[in-house]
Structures are given as C-alpha cells and as structure tokens.
C-alpha cells in the first residue's frame, strides 16, 4: 500500500463530498416554501418576506447561494437553524457525538460476538450449534428494527420490570454508569440485529474457505485446528465481511434514525427527523452531508483494512 493510493483516495473523497453536497443543496431548493416563507410563517407580508429574502441572499441565483454556502461550510459553518433560531454546528455536531457513541459500542459488541459465532457455525456445520446459530440469525435479519425496539422497550423498560429507562440520554462525562443505563436499549437493538447479519456472512464465507485447498494441507502439516481457524480461515474469510461492516457503520452513524425515535434518543437520526418535520433546510443540508462523510470515510477504511489482512491485494 502506498502514501499516493491513500492521498488519491482522500481526494476521492473531497470530490464525493462536493458532489453530495451539490445534491443536497439541489434537492433543498426544490422544496415549495423559501427559507423566509418558513422564518415568517405563511401569513407574512410580501414587504416583510421581500426584505428577508435580500437579507439572506435567496434573491441571488442558485449557484452564488450553493457557493456561499459551501464556503461557509468549509469554515464550519452550516448557518442557522430555523426551527430554534440557534447554529446549525454545534448543534449537529453534539448530535454526530451522541450517535457515534451508540455507533462505536454496538460495532465493537457486533465484532465481538458475530464473529466468533460464524466462526463456531462454520466449525460445526451441519450440528446442532450451527443450526441455532442461523435459526437465530435468521430470526435476527427477518425482524425489522422497530419492532425490535419496541418489543425490547415494552419488555425491558416496562414498570413492572424496569431494568432500563425508555427514553432519554445521560452524558457519560456527567454520569458514565448513568449513560450506559440509558444507551443500553439501543445499543442492544442494533447489536442484535447486526450481529445476525455478519455472523451469517461470517459463516458462509467461513464453510467456504475450510473447503479449499491450502486449509487442507494445514491441517495435514499438522497445525492445530484453533490456529487453522482463527489464523488462516478467518482472516481469508474476513475480506468480505469488512465491507458489510463497512457500510454498517455509515448506517449507523446515520441509519439509526427509527431506533434513535423509538427510544427518543439525541442522535443525528432525530434531529434529521425533527429537521424534516419543520422543514430545516439547514439542519436537513448539514445532517445528510455528515452522513455521507461517514460512508465515505467508512469505505476508505475498509479499503485499508483489505491491504492489511490480504497481503496478495496491492494498491
């Protein structure tokens, strides 16, 4: 791998972050009401609207507003919110932090159990262990998130059990064991789910690579079955599940948006859903660009990560 791949990807990047956001912004403009029609309300005098639209450069055609915004994009700002009249940055920003929080512990919980559990289906395919593995896999794919949520909820945060709260978000700054009670729902809807996806792609990339041919003469140079597993079967086995992963995670900084509603918590998934309901042309730009960002920046990494567990892929 090489510095000049890395850069070249990099500006691929910039490049797919300018295109987004060009989109975005297109998309903004075709909306029916004007940013001053939303500011004013509807009953607003044409003097009054007529006043406000020179005053935020919406007289100005379509390309100087897209390059004034993106310019102050580039400074980081993402101009005002017009549901409560404060900054757009800090506000999406705070939001992006709270859902790569969610994010960050339900992947690191995925990865931990999905992998192992492919791993043990594939060692036993056709026993009883793989079959409920994939019974519960398939379970775990065939139910949609808020479903999930919902039975979790009604199930776990009910008065008569009231294991976990239902609702809400504690910083872990100001109370960790506080903010872990109050993640812990969510956290445990998307871990279920996405753990019953990639321990299957585990699986069936695993039963895959046990039948080939440099597995076999492992096994006959005697090495121990532990280390032809996790040493060579897995590593081969987990090229296909980084991209899954991958996209995963920019489904989960941005995808979670009916979890994040179920269990009212402050991610960016809700205040994309509060920015729609009340037609926040700021906050809907602002949130669809950063979730873009995190694909993108995802599948770079998981680039990276190919070079690193294939050492025949060259870049």
């Known amino acids: 791998m090489t510095i000049s791949y890395v850069i070249k990807r990099l500006i691929y990047l910039v490049f797919t972050a300018l295109l987004v956001s060009l989109i975005v912004f297109s998309v903004t403009q075709l909306l029916?009401?004007?940013?001053?029609?939303?500011?004013?309300?509807?009953?607003?005098?044409?003097?009054?609207?007529?006043i406000l639209n020179n005053k935020?450069?919406?007289?100005?055609?379509?390309?100087?507003?897209?390059?004034?915004?993106?310019?102050?994009?580039?400074?980081?700002d993402f101009g005002i919110s017009l549901r409560t009249s404060q900054p757009v940055g800090p506000t999406i920003l705070e939001a992006f932090g709270r859902s790569a929080i969610l994010a960050i512990i339900s992947l690191v919980l995925v990865c931990i159990i999905a992998i192992p559990l492919g791993v043990l289906a594939a060692a036993r395919r056709g026993k009883k262990t793989d079959l409920g593995v994939s019974l519960v896999s398939y379970i775990g794919v065939s139910m949609p998130e808020f479903v999930l949520?919902?039975?979790?909820?009604?199930?776990?945060?009910?008065?008569?059990?009231?294991?976990?709260?239902?609702?809400?978000?504690?910083?872990f700054s100001e109370d960790f064991w506080g903010g872990l009670h109050h993640i812990a729902l969510p956290v445990m809807t998307l871990t279920i789910v996405l753990t019953a996806h990639i321990s299957r792609m585990?699986?069936?990339?695993?039963?895959?690579?046990?039948e080939m041919d440099f597995i076999r003469a492992g096994r006959l140079r005697g090495l121990s079955k532990r280390r032809v597993l996790f040493r060579h079967a897995l590593r081969n086995s987990m090229l296909p599940a980084i991209t899954v992963?991958?996209?995963?995670?920019?489904?989960?900084?941005?995808?979670?948006?009916?979890?994040?509603?179920?269990f009212a918590f402050p991610g960016v998934g809700r205040q994309l859903i509060l920015a729609i309901q009340n037609r926040d042309l700021p906050m809907i730009q602002a949130g669809a660009?950063?979730?873009?960002?995190s694909y993108a920046i995802a599948n770079l990494l998981a680039d990276l990560a190919y070079g690193a567990l294939d050492k025949r892929i060259k870049y």
């Open 56 to 76: 935020l450069g919406l007289n100005d055609p379509a390309i100087v507003q897209y390059l004034r915004w993106l310019g102050n994009v580039v400074q980081g």
């Open 32 to 50: 029916p009401a004007n940013a001053a029609t939303m500011i004013l309300g509807e009953y607003a005098t044409d003097e009054s609207l007529a």
């Open 202 to 210: 585990i699986r069936s990339e695993m039963a895959d690579t046990l």
């Open 149 to 171: 949520a919902t039975l979790l909820l009604v199930w776990l945060a009910s008065p008569s059990v009231g294991l976990f709260p239902a609702s809400g978000y504690v910083p």
């Open 245 to 262: 992963i991958a996209l995963d995670v920019g489904y989960l900084i941005g995808g979670v948006i009916v979890v994040e509603e179920v």
């Open 289 to 293: 660009l950063i979730m873009a960002a």
